[in-house]
């Protein structure tokens, strides 16, 4: 019976809350340490997905958002704003190619 407790605005902040947990594991670490970490605790970096997975889909579902859709749309829009001829290899913002 969770839904009860499922709302936007709530259902936000734990994704963004798994998000931070997700982050958690790259943080203070970089390059070969980086790497290495990532090699050794994949399962623990996949759980963390796993969660902001669960907790967009949910959104997307309780909103009845089509978030296939959506993506795919939005893909079609990143083309137009970052056409490879000018973003290939760079960077730079869309809005200053």
Known sequence: D?????NAKDMAISLVLEAAELLEH???RSGKELNEYLENE??????ELADVLYWLLLIAHDLEIDIEGAFRT?????DAKYP???ASGTHTKYDQL
């Open 2 to 6: 969770w839904k009860q407790f499922h």
């Open 84 to 86: 490879v001829a000018k």
């Open 42 to 47: 994949k399962q623990k970096v996949s759980a």
């Open 26 to 28: 790259f943080q203070w």
């Open 74 to 78: 939005k893909m079609v829009e990143n």
